[in-house]
């Protein structure tokens, strides 16, 4: 407890150096104010007339000075609102529910050489469930819930026009904006890119004016949702007095494995239907109605090494199904790349106390290399209120957790997202944000700081700061289900370990 005061009372002083500096000498320039004589005054302004040239120059400089700035800086951008679908009740898929759809998927391949109730790859697909993290209500796409499932192109496209269509009108009906008004629209999808592309579908869908400035992201995973929001942050820095929309998504009848690679089978097991549709805007006028404003993105890519490259693939498998594999490399190349990326967005976000505390162990180990084994990992919670962790599954939470110094209910927003929604890919940043919300955490002045994880390798940082004590939207996703969380997480969890390890004696 008394090291814990101490850093605190540190990180006070040099966070706040300035401002103990400026009353001293506040003080002292206001003493010396105080005697000043009306003589003393009047050689002031003689000086100055007599030397109106300088005074000239100076204010032109000052103007000047005061205009570049006005002119050159980055206009804000807000964020007005967002919406996460919330699939109808009757897709509800619980574990038993998702283990029969593999059963059907497999007794519909005619082709398979094996036994469609083979134990041995059934009962890995059961304990990779049981261990995953997810609950019962999570969400499948309708096309593979049906008997039997239709692993179809119309099914595909069908569960993705649900999704995106359903967060869109519930996005324009809370913030009352005319779909014509949007200027610029980026959809990300990375295993769903059919011709016309997403992005003309929103478009036809919603009557976008013919001048809109539309992109269509593909084959990014699930990092792409920050990509999208940092290009639409680009393009409002350029065309002025316009909202983006950004539209995160994924499909899961179209990716969905059908084969024998382990492998490739875990990602049936994680991922669920979900999306999320996000308004953003550059109008001086929104930000009394906005959410946020944008702070910072950071994006980082190591695809130009061979082993991150290749961590995340998608490709045949040895009878030539279609299959997303994972790597064993991938937990030290996520690490690595997160790495890197904290790297870059730390001297953006942490206090000074903080930078200063990294500088002198990093000096010290350069100097010392034999007795400082590890340099210091700064405390992100003293610039960070809320982390919205990428639920791609529970290990990479854990690891997160592990490696950022993070307390349980720092990452309780991305357990209780993977447990109630599953692995979402790139909008799962957004129902972790929904569940701050509702919770009624996210107070004015808080920084949320989104960090996305996904193939390439890639990891991309947002980070947020609220500009009012934000209440949840209306029909958020968590709206008849938040006081269920996140004590039920931790029993159904211990439940599944508990399952597993009898399995295994």
């Given at each position: 407890m008394t090291s814990v005061n101490v850093k605190l009372l540190y990180?006070?002083?040099?966070t706040n150096f300035f401002n103990l500096c400026l009353f001293p000498l506040t003080a002292f320039v206001a003493g010396k104010a105080s005697r000043l004589t009306t003589n003393d005054l009047h050689n002031f302004f003689s000086y100055l007339q007599h030397n109106l040239i300088t005074v000239a120059i100076l204010f032109a400089f000052?103007?000047?000075?005061?205009?570049?700035?006005?002119?050159?800086r980055p206009k804000p951008v807000y964020l007005v609102d967002y919406s996460c679908y919330l699939p109808p009740p009757h897709l509800r898929a619980s574990v038993s529910k998702v283990m029969d759809v593999f059963y059907q998927i497999r007794k519909a391949d005619t082709s398979r050489n094996v036994a469609c109730d083979d134990p041995s790859s059934l009962d890995f697909l059961r304990k990779i469930q049981e261990r995953s993290g997810l609950g019962d209500e999570t969400y499948g796409p309708e096309g593979l819930l049906h008997?039997?499932?239709?692993?179809?192109?119309?099914?595909?496209?069908?569960?993705?026009?649900?999704?995106?269509?359903?967060?869109l009108e519930n996005l324009f009906e809370n913030t009352k904006v005319n779909p014509r008004e949007i200027g610029i629209l980026v959809v990300n999808s990375s295993m769903f890119n059919p011709t016309p592309s997403l992005s003309a579908m929103v478009v036809n869908t919603f009557k976008l004016r013919s001048n809109?400035?539309?992109?269509?992201?593909g084959g990014m995973g699930c990092s792409a949702g920050v990509i999208a929001i940092d290009l639409a942050k680009d393009l409002l820095h350029v065309h002025k007095n316009t909202y983006a929309l950004v539209v995160s998504t994924e499909n899961i009848t179209h990716g969905i494995y059908a084969g024998e690679n382990r492998s490739?089978?875990?990602?049936?097991?994680?991922?669920?239907?979900?999306?999320?549709?996000?308004?953003?805007?550059?109008?001086?006028?929104?930000?009394?109605?906005?959410k946020y404003k944008l702070a910072h993105t950071v994006r980082t890519h190591t695809g130009a090494d061979d082993k991150s490259f290749r961590c995340v693939q998608q490709e045949d498998d040895e009878s030539g199904k279609i299959g997303v594999c994972l790597s064993k490399d991938i937990t030290n190349v996520a690490g690595t790349t997160l790495k890197k990326n904290i790297a870059t967005l730390g001297p953006l976000?942490?206090?000074?106390?903080?930078?200063?505390?990294?500088?002198v162990t990093f000096v010290a180990k350069k100097l010392l290399k034999d007795k400082i084994k590890h340099y210091y990992v700064p405390d992100f919670k003293l610039a960070v209120d809320h982390f919205c962790i990428h639920a791609g599954g529970r290990a990479v939470i854990d690891e997160l957790e592990k490696n950022l110094g993070l307390s349980p209910i720092d990452v309780e927003a991305s357990r209780s997202t993977?447990?109630?929604?599953?692995?979402?890919?790139?909008?799962?940043?957004?129902?972790?944000?929904?569940?701050?919300?509702?919770?009624?955490?996210?107070?004015?002045?808080?920084?949320?700081?989104?960090?996305?994880?996904?193939?390439?390798?890639?990891?991309?940082?947002?980070?947020?700061?609220?500009?009012?004590?934000?209440?949840?939207?209306?029909?958020s996703p968590w709206l008849h289900c938040i006081d269920r969380y996140p004590a039920k997480i931790d029993s159904d969890l211990s439940k599944s370990e508990t399952h597993v390890q009898n399995g295994r004696s």
């Open positions: 990180h006070y002083v040099l000052t103007v000047f000075g005061l205009v570049l700035y006005m002119v050159t008997v039997p499932p239709r692993k179809t192109f119309a099914a595909a496209r069908e569960e993705t026009e649900q999704v995106i269509i359903g967060a809109i400035k539309s992109f269509n992201l490739m089978m875990v990602s049936n097991c994680l991922f669920r239907v979900g999306g999320a549709a996000i308004l953003l805007s550059n109008k001086p006028g929104d930000r009394r109605r906005s976000i942490l206090p000074l106390s903080e930078k200063f505390l990294f500088f993977l447990h109630r929604f599953g692995n979402t890919s790139s909008s799962s940043i957004w129902y972790e944000l929904a569940y701050i919300e509702a919770k009624g955490r996210m107070k004015k002045g808080n920084k949320a700081w989104q960090i996305a994880l996904g193939s390439g390798f890639k990891c991309n940082s947002a980070v947020w700061v609220a500009l009012r004590n934000v209440k949840a939207s209306a029909n």
